[in-house]
C-alpha cells in the first residue's frame, strides 16, 4: 500500500523533471544551453495559475478528457512494477487492465480534441488512432510473450520472476519484445520518429494537434499527465527487463528507479538527436515491423522455450 | 544440452531470425546487404555453439567456414555490385513493406505449424529451433516473390539458402563437410553468376528492375 502511495507520488512529482531531463540532454546535444530540467514544472506552475477557458460549442467531453487522462496515467503508476511488485489494486495490475488504460487515456484525448470541431483537432484525433490501432496490439503482444514463461499476465509477477532470474532476460523472447517494446514506447509517448513533441507544424503534429484548443489548468493536467504515460512506459520497460533493485527496501527500490528511468530518458533524448522524424505515411510501416517482432517474440516464446 | 548452450543457441537463432525480418522491412539496398553480413554471422555462431556442445572440431571449422564465406565474401561481392550499380534503395516493391511485414508474420505462424512432426520426432533444444529455420526460409522465397532490383533477388535467394543450411544443423547436426564444401561453392557461384548478369542487366536497360526482362529474344 505504501509502496504502490510512494511509486504515485514519485512519478507525480518527478515526470515533469524527467520531460526537463531529456530536453536538456537533447539541448546539449544541439549545442544548446538549454532551460533547465526545472522548466517544464514552471511551465506547468505557470499554466495552472491562469483562468480555465473553453472554446465556444465544446461540450463536457472537452472539459473530462484531460481528467480521464491523468486519472487512468495516476491508476497505472499505482499499478505498475515500478518500485514494488505487490500493489493493492492486484486485480488492475494486469496487463490487458493496464493496456485498457492507458487506450483509454489516448481515446479520451482524441475525444477531446474531435469535439472542438476545428480542423487540427480531428486531423490530430485521427492520426492519434490510426498510430494506437497499431500500438495497443504490439504493448499486448509483447508483454504477453513475457508472461508466457511466468503463466501469468500480473505485471508485478512478471517483474517478480525476472528479478528473481536476472538470466532470463537474455533470451530471443525477451530481444524482440524489447525491440518492439522500445518503438512502441516511442510511438505511444509521441516522440521523433513518430511524432515531434516541438513542433506545431500543422503538416506532421499528432499528439500537438489534439491538445491544440486546450489553455490554461487543462493544458497544464494534458502535459503533467503525458510526462506521465511517458515516465510510465519507460517505467514499464525497466520494470520488465530490468528489474534489479524491485525487491529492495521501498526507499531503496525508489531510488533505483528513479535512476533506471532517468538513464533510460536519457537514452532516448540522445537517440532522437540523431533521428529525423519519420514521413506519416511510413509510420504504420514502422507500428507493423514493431507489431510483427511482438508476434515473433510470442511465437518464439512458445516454441523455443519449451525445453 | 546445458542450460547456457540452450540459451546461446537460442540466442543465435533469434538473431537470425532478427536480422531475416530486418532485411524484409528495410529498403536501403546498402543496409540489407550489413543486415545478411549479420545473419552470416548469426549462423556461423549457431553452428559454433552446437560444435561447442558436441566438442566436436569439425564443426568448429565449418562454423569458421561459413563465416568467412557469408560474413565475409558473399556481403563483399554483394557491395561491388551494389556500388557498380549505383542504385540505393528498392524503390518499388510489388508488395508494400507493411503489408509484407504482416505477411512475414503469416508465414512466421505457417512455418512454425508445418514444422510441428519434425520436433515430435526428437525434441531437443536444437529441433525445437527449426521453425526459426523454416520462417527464414520462407521471408526468402517471399524476397525472391516480391522484390524488383536484382540485388534483393540475390539476397532472397541467399536467405533461403541460409534458412537450408540453419535447417541442416539444427536437425542433423550438419552435413557431411564434402557435401558443406559443395553447397558453399555452388551458393558462391550462383553469386558471381548473378553479379554478372547483373552487370549485363544495367548495360542492356541502364538498370536493374527485373520487370525490364519480358522480352525473350534468341
Given at each position: 500500500m505504501i509502496g504502490a502511495a510512494a511509486q504515485v507520488v514519485l512519478i507525480g512529482v518527478g515526470s515533469p523533471f524527467l520531460v526537463g531531463l531529456m530536453r536538456q540532454v537533447r539541448a546539449r546535444l544541439e549545442g544548446r544551453a538549454g532551460a533547465g530540467i526545472a522548466q517544464p514544472m514552471r511551465d506547468l506552475r505557470k499554466l495552472l495559475r491562469k483562468e480555465p477557458i473553453a472554446p465556444h460549442g465544446t461540450g463536457w467531453l472537452f472539459r473530462a478528457a484531460p481528467l480521464v487522462l491523468a486519472a487512468t496515467a495516476l491508476v497505472v503508476a499505482a499499478v505498475g512494477p515500478f518500485a514494488t511488485t505487490d500493489s493493492p489494486l492486484d486485480p488492475a495490475a494486469d496487463l490487458f487492465a493496464v493496456t485498457a488504460l492507458l487506450a483509454l487515456g489516448t481515446v479520451a484525448l482524441a475525444l477531446g480534441g474531435l469535439d472542438t470541431g476545428t480542423a487540427f483537432g480531428g486531423m490530430g484525433a485521427s492520426r492519434e488512432m490510426t498510430v494506437m490501432a497499431l500500438v495497443e496490439p504490439t504493448i499486448l503482444l509483447a508483454v504477453f510473450a513475457l508472461s508466457i514463461r511466468v503463466g501469468s499476465t500480473n505485471l508485478g509477477q512478471i517483474a517478480a520472476s525476472v528479478a528473481e532470474d536476472?538470466?532470463?532476460?537474455?533470451s530471443p523472447v525477451s530481444l524482440l519484445a524489447a525491440v518492439a517494446l522500445i518503438i512502441v514506447t516511442v510511438a505511444e509517448t509521441g516522440r521523433?520518429?513518430?511524432?515531434?513533441?516541438a513542433t506545431h507544424l500543422e503538416l506532421t503534429m499528432i499528439h500537438e494537434a489534439m491538445v491544440l484548443e486546450y489553455a490554461g489548468p487543462d493544458l497544464a493536467l494534458i502535459e503533467w499527465a503525458s510526462a506521465m504515460r511517458l515516465t510510465v512506459l519507460l517505467g514499464l520497460f525497466a520494470g520488465l527487463f530490468?528489474?534489479?533493485?524491485?525487491?529492495?527496501a521501498l526507499p531503496l527500490a525508489l531510488a533505483v528507479f528513479a535512476l533506471k528511468v532517468a538513464v533510460l530518458g536519457a537514452l532516448l533524448a540522445a537517440a532522437e538527436v540523431f533521428m529525423a522524424k519519420l514521413r506519416l505515411f511510413r509510420v504504420p510501416e514502422l507500428l507493423a515491423g514493431s507489431f510483427l517482432l511482438a508476434l515473433l517474440a510470442v511465437a518464439a516464446s512458445f516454441f523455443l522455450e519449451r525445453a | 544440452m546445458s542450460d547456457v548452450h540452450v540459451q546461446l543457441l537460442d540466442l543465435a537463432c533469434g538473431a537470425f531470425l532478427l536480422t531475416g525480418v530486418l532485411i524484409l522491412w528495410r529498403s536501403e539496398l546498402a543496409k540489407i546487404v550489413t543486415l545478411f553480413a549479420l545473419q552470416g554471422v548469426a549462423l556461423a555462431a549457431l553452428i559454433a555453439v552446437l560444435g561447442a556442445h558436441e566438442g566436436s572440431a569439425e564443426l568448429a571449422a565449418v562454423a569458421v567456414g561459413i563465416g568467412a564465406l557469408r560474413a565475409g565474401v558473399l556481403p563483399y561481392l554483394l557491395r561491388r555490385a551494389l556500388a557498380a550499380s549505383g542504385e540505393r534503395r528498392e524503390t518499388k516493391p510489388i508488395v508494400n513493406v507493411a503489408s509484407s511485414l504482416v505477411a512475414a508474420a503469416v508465414l512466421a505462424l505457417l512455418a512454425y505449424a508445418v514444422c510441428q512432426p519434425v520436433i515430435r520426432l526428437a525434441p531437443t533444444p536444437a529441433t525445437q529451433a527449426v521453425p526459426v529455420a523454416m520462417t527464414v526460409i520462407f521471408l526468402g522465397f517471399f524476397v525472391l516473390a516480391t522484390r524488383r532490383r536484382a540485388l534483393s533477388q540475390v539476397v532472397g535467394f541467399l536467405l533461403i539458402d541460409n534458412g537450408i543450411t540453419a535447417m541442416a544443423f539444427l536437425t542433423a547436426?550438419?552435413?557431411s563437410p564434402v557435401v558443406e564444401i559443395g553447397v558453399s561453392l555452388d551458393v558462391l557461384l550462383a553469386v558471381l553468376v548473378l553479379q554478372v548478369l547483373t552487370t549485363r542487366m544495367r548495360a542492356a536497360f541502364?538498370?536493374?528492375?527485373?520487370?525490364?526482362?519480358r522480352e525473350l529474344r534468341d
Open positions: 536476472p538470466l532470463s532476460v537474455i521523433i520518429p513518430v511524432d515531434n513533441p530490468t528489474p534489479w533493485g524491485i525487491t529492495l | 547436426g550438419g552435413l541502364g538498370g536493374t528492375d527485373l520487370d525490364e526482362l
